[in-house]
């Protein structure tokens, strides 16, 4: 099984919704390890582990996110992993 990593930045209305909480529902149910955190320009990174199609399957929740977000742009960089085995709120 390889793995795969991708670094996320996620813009919008992302803070104050929920995001974090969500985003880490989501991980688990997909068995995908990393973090998610606020950043301190209105952004949320992401960091994710797990198998390509559990991470695509992320990916495109993250271009929605929860009921409340407003996400404008979903930026995806591919990283080498860091063999995380759980998916964290920072």
Known sequence: MSLVCRH???SGRVQG?????????????????????????GRVEVWLEGKEKSVEAMLVWLERGPPAAK??????????CEG???FDVR
């Open 17 to 41: 919704v929920g995001f974090r909480w969500y985003a880490r529902k989501w991980a688990e149910e997909l068995g995908l390890a990393g973090w998610v955190r606020n950043l301190p320009d």
């Open 8 to 10: 996320v930045l996620v």
């Open 71 to 80: 996400v404008k742009s979903v930026e995806v960089v591919e990283r080498a």
């Open 84 to 86: 995380l085995t759980a």
